[in-house]
């Protein structure tokens, strides 16, 4: 029976999550599996209530859980997802791009960015004056190693061969280190090793798109993974996993969206493709095909939101999809 942590988080978060949970229970139902989910808070308005974005029991929810699930969170995001992510080494940020068949979206457009998620920029280490600011980026040999072979694994397991490591070696020491060992590893995992400094990648990434993956470290592939978004059809389509070799938590790549938060329209389907990610982290393999062939049929259809083309609001989205689920 799968825990499930249920974490919706702040602004557009509570709308969505509420849409999305009656679809995860007729996929659960469907294929006869008993999930036991959960609800924790955390974000802005927690922090607002209890003086903390992240309490105790919810991080301790999260820890004890099979897998969670979060929507969004607010200016707070660095005291919740980067603890979680470091504190539950989650160390691998997996975004696959794919476009789907809304109007907004490049066709056959598919590029993971398998991101490095405990190191780098985002180690909230560094001090500042009134006169200057210093934030220290940590590459480190163990990290670096981790990430590629966890990209070279997913991209052997799931047909990209197109692999390609992405850094600012020519600048940067830890992009050297980060490179070196790469280097060192592709041959080792069977493929040809291909590398690209982060500048072109970007260029390449909205021109001509040599890669069917890239690996990369944190803040450098969090930038990419954004510059993806805009061939999918936004934010409102991408999905996201925090994966360690124990635990994970998967998220869309959106945030809050505050100006909408409230009106009914917000996209579900960047948290129902993240869920999708989370049943096959867990070994459910034909639930999050038929989970994804559902939100296929729903984009086919038009029972989206305004935001790629659609006149729903999102728990008419979420509602057609639990019913393509049923056919």
């Known amino acids: 029976m799968p825990r499930i942590a249920l974490i919706p988080g702040d602004g557009i978060g509570p709308e969505i999550m509420e849409a999305a949970i009656p679809v995860l229970e007729a996929l659960a139902d469907k294929h006869n599996i008993t999930l036991e989910m959960k609800l924790y808070e955390a974000g802005d308005e927690t922090k607002k209530r209890r003086s903390t974005a992240l309490p105790k029991e919810t991080f301790d929810g999260v820890r004890s859980s099979d897998a969670a699930l979060m929507v969004a969170v607010g200016e707070t995001a660095k005291d919740v997802i980067l603890p979680l992510r470091q504190k539950l080494n989650l160390y691998v940020n997996l975004r696959p791009a794919k476009s789907y068949p809304i109007p907004n979206a490049i066709k056959g457009f598919d590029v993971t960015i398998v991101r490095e998620n405990t190191e780098g920029l985002y180690v ?45 070696a020519n600048v940067l020491l830890g992009c050297k280190l980060f490179r070196e060992v790469c280097s060192s590893i592709a041959e080792d995992e069977g493929f040809e090793y291909r590398e690209m400094y982060v500048d072109a990648a970007a260029m390449r990434l909205a021109m001509d798109r040599p890669f069917d993956l890239i690996i990369t470290t944190n803040m450098p592939g969090d930038i990419l993974a954004d510059l993806a978004a805009a061939y999918i059809g936004g934010l409102g389509m991408y999905p996201s996993g925090n994966i360690g070799n124990e635990k994970a938590l998967f998220e869309p790549v959106h945030g809050t969206a505050p100006d909408i938060a409230g009106k009914g329209i917000a996209n579900p389907m960047a948290t129902l493709l993240s869920a999708a990610m989370m049943f096959r982290w867990l070994n459910y393999e034909e639930v999050a095909a038929d989970l994804e062939r559902a939100i296929w049929k729903a984009c086919e259809l038009r029972y989206t939101t305004p935001d790629i083309g659609g006149g729903m609001k999102t728990s008419e989205v979420c509602a057609s999809v639990r019913d393509l689920l049923m056919k």
Do not use: M, P, Q
Not at 125 to 132: F, K, Q, Y
Not at 147 to 168: D, L, S, W
């Open 124 to 168: 909230k280490a560094g001090w500042s004056s009134e006169e200057a600011a210093v934030d220290l980026r940590i590459i480190t040999r163990k990290s670096s190693e981790r990430i590629c072979r966890y990209g070279y694994k997913y991209a052997k397991e799931n047909g990209k061969r197109k692999v390609y490591v992405v850094h600012k």
